[in-house]
């Protein structure tokens, strides 16, 4: 079955830092998600990429899709202790029924120290 | 509402009981999804329901899960016989209609499911 890798599993970085995550998928996706959980909470939605090569931004978090559409990055710019969370990536199934269904990585835990 | 809710929030029961999770997706939101997180992990697919019917029960470990959503509204996770192995949050969320647009799934708080 589809699996999606996440590295590293682990980030501690001093505010002001960049970090980046990675996002590899044993098949191609049709679509990627973001989401980010805090320690304690659930995962919130943020963002969704669907095109090859496609580049978005929001504020200091730029997401990318990779031309394979197999793998995918988040780079944040200049942390700040508000980034600290786990981030995820989700990808969805290219060419499955269930169009609905992602799956998960396990997750980046981002800590950033004052 | 304005969000997904699930209850309880927290269950603590023997092993060998029986279950009931539920789950109020945001209202018009047609596709409602359960995950289960284990400490450390990714949410894990479990069943994804688009209206009343499951159109992917593939992610259910085995028969003792069962889910459903009578009227495409809220959803109920079923769980027969429990082990001490099916502790876990069980998350639910919900989405519009599948489509290629922009909207992600919106989670709810969980319910953290402890088999002793």
């Known amino acids: 079955g589809q699996q999606v890798m996440q590295i590293p599993q682990y980030q501690h970085v001093q505010e002001g830092e960049d970090f980046t995550t990675y996002c590899n998928s044993s098949?191609?996706?049709?679509?990627i998600q973001w989401y980010k959980q805090r320690p304690g909470g659930h995962p919130v939605f943020l963002i969704q990429l669907v095109k090859s090569g496609e580049v978005k931004k929001q504020k200091r978090l730029t997401f990318q899709f990779g031309e394979a559409k197999k793998n995918s990055s988040l780079h944040i710019t200049a942390t700040q202790t508000t980034d600290v969370g786990t981030y995820f990536c989700a990808g969805g199934n290219a060419g499955g029924t269930s169009y609905g269904k992602l799956t998960f990585g396990q997750g980046t835990i981002l800590t950033v120290h004052p | 509402g304005a969000g997904v809710s699930q209850t309880p929030s927290n269950k603590v029961t023997e092993k060998g009981k029986y279950v009931e999770l539920r789950c109020d997706p945001i209202s018009g939101h047609t596709a409602l999804y359960w995950y289960r997180q284990s400490l450390g992990q990714g949410p894990e697919f479990l069943i994804y329901?688009?209206?009343?019917?499951?159109?992917?029960d593939s992610g259910l470990p085995n028969d003792r899960f069962f889910a459903v959503r009578p009227e495409g509204s809220v959803s109920t996770l079923k769980i027969q016989r429990t082990e001490r192995g099916d502790s876990a949050v069980y998350l639910c969320?919900?989405?519009?209609?599948?489509?290629?647009?922009?909207?992600?799934?919106?989670f709810g708080s969980g319910t953290r499911l402890t088999v002793v």
């Open positions: 329901f688009q209206g009343t019917g499951a159109a992917d």
């Open positions: 969320a919900s989405s519009p209609e599948w489509s290629q647009g922009e909207s992600g799934y919106t």
């Open positions: 098949t191609t996706l049709s679509n």
